[in-house]
């Protein structure tokens, strides 16, 4: 087995230099060529962590076919100043796939990850949440074969449950992801979505590793044709977000995945000025898919999701 650091150059629009860190592991067998990328959102670094977990136990430990490729922060500026977007720019990178070599930084980026993409048998792209959140697959739902080899890994990888978006249809916030974008260009992919670092357990995080593992040696990834629709093992989802009405000091009431009914108390905001209370009520049924640790929150921050079943 080999290990090769290499890394993926970038012009940012003033002509400076930036350049993204791919790693390699070469199993110097024939096998699929798999890519995980973690860090589009600077302030997200629970995948930087299982990259390296990954990497030491597979060097150490297990036995592989094929390449595993990793680009450990694809926003290092973000990861430096702790945002979520770009901060040239102040873009999601996550919003602009599938790229332009002649945009700004982040099209520049977008399009850079996308074409090194393009040439894999499987792509998961690593994120997680600022929120309590279980460990979540996220699904593209589209009619073609990487959305079904796709489904396969994801259930090899066995994830809590899934957030399933619809490419190109109901969810179309969503149509510049990675994700989205290569199941759209047949390339099998999935996002994964999970608590912050800090409050990942290292049984958690043990788990992860184990069933990335897994995934990346899902058997459908190399033995395509794949056109039988496939069915996702754990329950799938839709989410719908929801926002405060107010600044304040943030208490969930609700543990994580238990089920709401529209309008029904799931916390509450006391206010600083005069340390009233008032409830936070979900905008529809379903079960609380994320939701905030207790903390201080300005006006609409994003508070957590409701997740409503579609399997
Ligand atoms: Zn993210």
């Known amino acids: 087995m080999k290990f090769y650091k290499g890394k993926i150059n970038i012009s940012a ?3 400076s230099k930036l350049s993204l860190p791919l790693l390699k592991l ?3 067998k024939p096998g699929p060529k798999r890519l995980l ?3 589009q959102h600077g302030s997200e670094t629970a995948g930087i962590m ?3 977990k990954l990497f030491e136990k597979i060097k150490a430990s297990l036995d592989f076919n094929g390449s595993l490729f990793a680009v450990t922060t694809a926003n290092p500026l973000g990861l430096i100043r702790g945002t979520r977007n770009v901060p040239v720019g102040d873009k999601n990178l996550n ?3 599938p790229g332009n070599l002649i945009g700004d930084l982040s099209a520049q980026t977008a399009a ?3 074409d090194l993409a393009l040439g894999m048998d499987l792509v998961i792209d690593l994120h997680n949440f600022s929120r309590q959140s279980m460990i979540i697959g996220v699904a593209i739902d589209y009619a073609n074969q990487a959305a079904n080899i796709s489904k396969e890994v994801i259930n090899e990888f066995l994830p809590d449950a899934v957030w399933q978006i619809t490419a ?3 969810d179309p916030e969503f149509d510049g992801c990675l994700d989205t974008n290569l199941i759209i ?5 999935f996002g994964l979505e999970m608590p912050p670092l800090e409050f990942l357990s290292d049984r958690e995080i043990e788990r992860i590793i184990e069933s990335l593992y897994r995934a990346i040696n899902c058997q459908f990834l190399l033995n395509q044709p794949k056109d039988q629709i496939v069915k996702l093992i754990c329950p799938a989802y839709e989410t719908k977000k929801f926002y405060s009405n107010q600044a304040g000091i943030f208490l969930p009431e609700k543990t994580l995945f238990a089920e709401v009914i529209k309008g029904e108390k799931i916390g509450t905001i006391i206010d600083v000025n005069d340390l009233s209370k008032k409830p936070v009520n979900s905008p529809e049924s379903g079960i609380l898919f994320t939701v905030k640790y207790k903390c201080f929150v300005q006006l609409e921050a994003k508070l957590g999701s409701i997740g409503r079943k579609v399997n």
């Open 26 to 28: 070469d199993s110097e």
């Open 112 to 114: 850079k990850i996308f």
């Open 50 to 52: 299982l990259i390296y």
């Open 185 to 189: 260009n047949n390339i099998p992919a």
């Open 95 to 97: 919003r602009q796939y």
């Open 37 to 39: 990328v973690a860090n």
């Open 13 to 15: 629009p003033n002509e």
């Open 168 to 170: 190109k249809g109901a």
